[in-house]
């Protein structure tokens, strides 16, 4: 901060300022008011609410508990030091760290901002991201493909609003290396999503495309169920981030890669999406068999019935494409859990943008 705030001390109410050595008996108190001119310590001068308090007084009475009679005031109330007074410094001291790097500027810190003269700050830039769906049947208009206006809208909902989806491509190896490279290079774009293609079916070849990317960092693969086949390339300040087509293994991929991904690009200092909002009980038992190795995300319906929390989770189906609809919250199950008995306490977790608890 570049200054104080207040730079002085400053009444909190419409009010009479004294000192309190002027009070020399119980109420009610006669003092003279002030010459325009000239303020003491033994005088009382009318101030306006946030008007600067004069320096030989250390006290505030409220118009409520005074009265003027002539070029007097007569006070009805006990004051006390500093009463009604807002301190110099107080508020913001110079010097202060009021906004560190990385954090996201909110509209509450306009008027902190204003106040203290700052009208320009540097912020990073919002990434620009392109969508694109592959799959043969979706280049052919033999299938419809909504997962990636799901995925579009969630960017947009979240305030990325440089989001754009792109006509699918087919499933041709040269023919998505080649369109992502002319993407990223176009200057237009510092984030490419894939959906679809990312498994390793005999026409899934959406990874085989990426890796031969130059790249900085990448991974093939997460420890997540669903959404076990999201991988990644980096290099620098562009990314791509492939994505299973299922919509909720694709929702999985962006909560906890793609998501993530934007927000370190953005220059975030936290860049995990999802948080735990409270701790319900869990309404029935859930068992994870051959998936115990994998983190397990397991959408769930949160409620709040007679003052206690329950959950209510689903099975986990990675082609139901109803339970994202239906889901207003999830549990992240740690590796190695194999089963959650009923009745047991779990975190919920939700997105801004995507749960609506």
């Known amino acids: 901060a570049p200054a104080d705030i207040p730079k002085n001390d400053i009444s909190l109410v419409d009010g009479f300022s004294l000192n309190i050595s002027a009070i020399k008996s119980d109420p009610p108190i006669k003092i003279p008011l002030c010459k325009e001119d000239r303020v003491t310590s033994r005088c009382a001068k009318y101030v306006k609410t ?8 250390n006290a505030v009475v409220p118009l409520e508990v005074a009265k003027v009679e002539g070029d007097n ?33 909110l ?47 969630i960017m947009r909902n979240l305030g990325y609003l440089s989001v754009h989806r792109l006509g699918p491509l087919g499933d041709d190896v040269k023919a998505i290396l080649t369109s992502i490279k002319e993407l990223l290079e176009s200057g237009n774009y510092d984030v490419v999503v894939t959906v679809g293609g990312s498994s390793i079916g005999l026409k899934d070849f959406t990874w085989l495309a990426v890796k031969n990317l130059k790249a900085s960092y990448s991974f093939r693969g997460v420890k997540i169920y669903p959404g076990k086949t999201t991988s990644f390339v980096g290099n620098g300040d562009k990314a791509i981030v492939v994505l299973p087509g299922p919509l909720y293994s694709a929702l999985c991929g962006l909560i906890f890669v793609l998501l993530p991904s934007l927000r370190r690009l953005e220059g975030m200092s936290s860049i995990r999406a999802d948080k735990v909002c409270c701790i319900g009980t869990l309404l029935r038992a859930l068992s994870f068999g051959r998936f115990k190795p994998f983190s397990k995300v397991v959408y769930s319906i949160t409620k709040v019935e007679e003052g206690h929390i329950y959950v209510e989770p689903f099975d986990i189906m990675p082609h139901n494409i109803s339970q994202p609809a239906k889901a207003n919250s999830f549990i992240l199950v740690d590796e190695g859990v194999d089963s959650i008995p009923k009745g047991s306490p779990v975190e919920v977790r939700i997105v801004e943008g995507i749960f609506n608890l």
């Open 50 to 57: 946030c008007e600067e308090v004069p320096s030989e007084h």
């Open 73 to 105: 005031v007569i006070i009805f109330k006990r004051i006390e030091l500093n009463e009604n007074i807002l301190k110099r410094s107080s508020d913001v001291r110079k010097d202060e760290v009021i906004i560190r790097r990385g954090a996201k500027i």
């Open 107 to 153: 509209p509450q810190h306009i008027r902190l901002l204003g106040e203290l003269g700052i009208e320009f700050i540097e912020v990073f830039r919002k990434p620009r991201i392109a969508v694109i769906p592959i799959g043969d049947e979706y280049v052919s208009g033999l299938a419809k493909e909504y997962t990636t206006y799901t995925l579009c809208s």
